[in-house]
């Protein structure tokens, strides 16, 4: 008589599940704080609800798989990606911080997530992430006249 596998419980898996149940909450109840008022049927609360929901389908989604024991073996953590995109949010951040503005700290953060991704023409990133850069800072602030921090190259515009 031939006896199946067992399938174990994966641990990882359920506490992933758990903290993707914490941040749905966490998104319902910073939805919840919301004291905007919307003369239409959709309003701002609209896309933290579907977020929520979301997070909580794939909570339930990723325990059942681990509960079953059919969530994927998992690939080798390599930390030099991580570092690379954490990097260029931090830059984004600072730059922001010290009046440094939008676009420099932006076109870092393209380039430095390029690089994240495996690519290795770093001046060529940083030279396209400054075009798409410059591309949302007119959107946004002359076009839709929303404010981004301005530095000095955004006063030039």
Known sequence: MAT??????DVAGLV????LLVLAGLVWWDMTKLQILSPYDLGPKVMPIV?????TLLAIGNAIGALRGDLPARDSLDWNPI???LGGLACLIIL????????IGTALLFATTSAAFGRRAFLTDLLIGAVI???????FAKLLTLS??????????
């Open 148 to 157: 981004l921090p301005a530095g000095p190259l955004e006063r030039l515009l």
């Open 96 to 103: 922001i911080a010290i009046g440094g503005g939008f676009m």
């Open 51 to 55: 977020v929520s929901v979301g997070l």
């Open 83 to 85: 570092i690379l995109i």
């Open 4 to 9: 199946s596998p067992q399938r174990r419980i």
């Open 16 to 19: 992933i599940a758990l903290l």
């Open 133 to 139: 850069a410059v591309f949302v800072y007119v959107l």
